[in-house]
Nanobody, 115 residues
Framework: QVRLVESGGGLVQAGGSLGLSCAAS????????MAWYRQVPGKQRELVAS???????NYADFVKGRFTISRDNAKNMMYLQMNSLKPEDTAVYYC?????????WGQGTQVTVSS
């Protein structure tokens, strides 16, 4: 069974930076696609950024130019570098991955940006 574990969340001041990591385990297969989502209470989970096995990336407009998604296929890891953070970036950030067996979610990591 695929397991995704996020790390790197925390509290940061507006304008600061944080890096998130997602470690995948429990499968010998490479994810077809991976992504970061985020969710705040009372709102739907929204896509932040995605990346294919080949490294093609896609970003939500609200993070373009500030966040960078990357992955290390050899290590089964995915990353999200978040710069110029804003208070509205405060959310629980989730790792998502799609395997041939179906999609999987991590448990989430809290990111809080203070003004």
């Amino acid at each position: 069974q695929v397991r995704l574990v996020e790390s790197g969340g925390g509290l940061v001041q507006a304008g600061g930076s944080l890096g998130l990591s997602c470690a995948a385990s429990g499968t010998p297969f490479r994810a077809n696609a991976m992504a970061w989502y985020r969710q705040v209470p009372g709102k739907q989970r929204e896509l932040v950024a995605s990346i294919t096995t080949g490294g093609i990336t896609n970003y939500a407009d609200f993070v373009k130019g500030r966040f960078t998604i990357s992955r290390d296929n050899a290590k089964n890891m995915m990353y999200l570098q978040m710069n110029s953070l804003k208070p509205e970036d405060t959310a629980v950030y989730y790792c998502w991955a799609r395997y041939y067996t179906g999609p999987s979610w991590g448990q989430g990591t809290q990111v809080t940006v203070s003004s």
